[in-house]
């Protein structure tokens, strides 16, 4: 701004003064800062997971192991199998990235490769916003609007089952997914292009046998963050997966209610009395929920590794 | 997203212990123990807080545990006024007589749970043990209750709620509280009233039921009989009142011996002005309170 201004404003000297003398103590105090705040993310995702390991620990004690891992969650009559639970969570969640991948990847190569640039800079803005809707709205609107279609269109006896939380979560992990699908399209370096156009292969041909494969390990990324996404998010999913600790065996399950673990520890934390095995058992699932997520984090984080290593494409 | 739920159930934590330290009142205050039924605890805490809010020299304090729980303080001398979703049993009037404690009685509201189903649903009323079939998965499909070919969806507080313990005990294994019967495992556990609401709308399958007081309009109540032969009863004030609706009972507070002072205001106050609080939690207000 300094420089903007003209010279004969009176303040203008002594400031450019004072800024000269003081800018290795202002970069100091600056660069400290940043410093701090960076590891202090650090230390805090690192005092979080000492808290549920010591909130969640002794229920590995309180309970036998093969009652945690058995079939019925009654946690008022002290069955606390969490069963029901993880595979509730795991049907949600991979049901939400088979139906998010075919949308996000398309979406992503539309965007990309096809779109014209006006319309790309409209789209780029609109997906971001997708991201930015609550998801306890969505919640509502699900229970509110999806629930009833998925019971009406499906004839089954409810709306609240495992596939409208998968749609739900399925439009949540889209943004992710798309704006990082499109990042791994856009580092396929254009030669790449030229090569297959150059072929005689159409613009199609060159999308899906050039430009896609050379782009999966990223595609991959884009999955695994959307699956992060997914898994976690609590709100909407309790709204409209009806919440029935059943064991979901069969595909047929998709379309029943099942129970996942983030909602269970989001409706029961509120009543549940502190130190009991109850309260322990909800910071146990914590534990498996960080475990599932921080795994589904790493695979990620392993595929960018790997495609930097081999320093083919970017 | 993980970090978000962690984070916020953290908050809810402390937020808890935060808000008990931030109630003490002054040293000249005095302090009133209250304890005992989980169902009556919220309701409890409510007049607590509002006539703590109106009389800022009294402190009350309000704990859960169940209804034994502050039966026997209440035999110890260690509480004021208990709370009770029972009556005291002979055994336990006698402990107290023994300790020099005469248990007195205060009926405070009345709890009644309405069973609820969709406006189209043509099953109009049902018998105590149809619902605890309906409930325990026994009865899949509306047309063995007297109702469509169409399949039951099962709605259910999640299983913290005081209404939960209740149906469960006097609906659900009919009035026998150690009884093997569980809910199903098909059962949706809802939230909130607002979940039961919404499904119940507008889903023909379901059948919810919920505390008297959260029963909206739009939803159709169940009339309810004791045993098959016997009368169907639709919930109301009026028939909770007279008794004649068998999901209902009334909540107590026992006081050892007539109270007086701060404890007799504190009564006198809640059997009157206090009844808005009731009504407010979705209980019902005693007869001839007005509210």
């Known amino acids: ?16 003064r004072r800024d000269r003398s003081l800018a290795p103590v202002t970069e100091f105090a600056i660069e400290a800062l940043i410093r701090v705040l960076g590891f202090s993310t650090m230390g805090f995702v690192i005092l979080i997971f000492l808290f549920l390991l010591r909130e969640g620990i002794p229920v590995f004690f309180e309970v036998p192991l093969h009652g945690l891992f058995s079939t019925l969650w009654y946690p008022t009559f002290k069955l606390f199998g969490t069963l029901p639970l993880i595979l509730g969570s795991v049907l949600v969640t991979i049901a939400s990235i088979v139906i998010a991948l075919p949308l996000g990847v398309a979406t992503a190569v539309f965007v990309r490769e096809v779109a014209p640039s006006w319309a790309r800079e409209i789209l780029k803005p609109v997906i971001e916003v997708l991201a930015g809707i609550p998801s306890v709205v969505l919640g509502f609107f699900g229970m509110t609007y999806v629930a009833p279609l998925v019971r009406e269109l499906l004839g089954a006896p409810t709306g609240l089952t495992a596939f409208s939380g998968a749609l739900l979560l399925a439009y949540m992990a889209l943004p992710t997914i798309i704006s990082v699908a499109e990042d791994a399209l856009d580092s396929v370096p254009r030669s790449y292009r030229d090569a297959g156009l150059a072929m005689g292969a159409t613009q199609w041909q060159t999308i899906w046998r050039v430009v896609v494969p050379a782009g999966r390990s990223g595609i991959l990324t884009a999955v695994m963050l959307g699956m992060g996404r997914a898994i976690g998010e609590t709100m909407a999913v309790m709204m409209v997966t009806g919440n029935a600790a059943v064991m979901p065996t069969t595909l047929a399950f998709l379309f029943k209610p099942v129970r996942t673990m983030t909602a269970t520890i989001a409706a029961e934390m ?45 | ?39 009556l605890v919220n309701l409890a805490l409510a007049w607590a807080e509002k006539y703590m809010e109106l009389h800022p020299d009294i402190r009350i304090s309000v704990t859960g545990g169940g209804s034994g729980t502050g039966i026997a303080a209440l035999i110890n001398r260690t509480i004021q006024i208990a709370n009770a979703s029972r009556e005291m049993s002979a055994e336990e009037i006698a402990a107290a007589k023994e300790n020099g404690v005469t248990p007195v009685r ?13 406006p189209r649903n043509p099953v109009a009323g049902l018998t105590i043990s149809q619902v605890s079939d309906i409930y325990t998965g026994k009865l899949k499909r509306w047309d063995q209750a007297g109702g469509a070919d169409r399949p039951v969806v099962l709605l259910s507080r999640e299983s913290n709620s005081g209404t939960y313990v209740y149906f469960l005990e006097q609906v659900v ?40 007081g959260y029963v909206t309009a739009d939803m159709k109540k169940v009339a309810i009989a004791r045993k098959a032969g016997a009368p169907f009863v639709l919930p109301s004030a009026k028939s909770v009142r007279d008794g004649s609706y068998p999901i209902s009972r009334p909540l107590f507070m026992y006081t050892s011996g007539e109270p007086d002072g701060k404890i007799k205001a504190y009564l006198d106050w809640v059997l009157h002005d206090g009844q808005e609080q009731v009504k407010e939690l979705g209980f019902v207000p005693l007869p001839g309170s007005g509210k």
């Open chain 1, 1 to 16: 701004m300094s420089s903007v201004a003209p010279l004969g404003v009176p303040r203008e000297r002594p400031l450019r």
């Open chain 1, 270 to 314: 509120g009543e549940v009395a502190r130190g009991s095995t109850h309260y322990h058992a909800l910071f146990g699932i914590g534990i498996i929920l960080f475990v599932l997520t921080f795994l589904i984090n790493l695979a990620a984080a392993k595929a960018i590794f790997e495609k930097k290593r081999r320093g083919g494409l970017r």
């Open chain 2, 1 to 39: 997203m993980w970090l978000a739920v962690i984070l916020l159930a953290g908050c809810a934590v402390s937020g808890t212990v935060g808000s008990g330290a931030s109630a003490k009142a002054g040293p000249a205050a005095i302090t009133l123990q209250n304890t005992g039924s989980d169902t």
């Open chain 2, 106 to 118: 205060f009926t405070v509201a009345l709890d009644a749970i309405a069973v609820v189903e969709n």
């Open chain 2, 173 to 212: 294994r009919q009035g026998n509280p150690n009884g093997p019967e569980l809910f199903s495992p098909e059962t949706l556990l809802m939230s909130s009233s607002e979940g039961i609401t919404s499904e119940v709308r507008q889903n023909p399958n379901a059948i919810g039921y919920d505390g008297l």
